[in-house]
C-alpha cells in the first residue's frame, strides 16, 4: 500500500547503518514479487525484474532473507 511504502522509505532514508539485504524498500520489492508470482502469470525472473530486482541471485537472497524459502517453494506451495 501507499502507506506501507512511504513508511520504508522514511525508515530507509535514517537507516544509514542497515546493510543494503536489509532496506525495507527491498522487503516491500520482495513482498510485491509474491504477488506477482501469486497470480501465476510471472515466472521468478519476471517478477524480480517487476520489483527492480535483475541479479536473480540476489533476488534468491533476498527472499529467502525476508519470506524464508525459495520462490518455488512458495509457488508449490500456493498451487500444489
Do not use: W
Not at 525472473?45 to 536473480?56: F, K, T, Y
Request: glycine share 8%.
Amino acid at each position: 500500500s501507499l502507506r506501507e511504502y512511504a513508511y520504508a522509505v522514511y525508515i530507509g532514508a535514517f537507516s544509514s547503518k542497515s546493510s543494503k539485504d536489509e532496506n525495507p524498500l527491498n522487503y516491500l520489492r520482495i513482498k510485491k514479487s509474491c504477488d506477482l508470482l501469486r497470480s501465476g502469470e510471472y515466472s521468478v525472473a519476471e517478477a524480480a525484474a517487476e520489483v527492480g530486482i535483475n541479479d536473480l541471485c540476489y533476488y534468491y537472497k533476498l527472499y529467502a532473507k525476508f519470506m524464508g524459502g525459495t520462490p518455488r517453494e512458495q509457488a508449490s506451495h500456493n498451487f500444489g
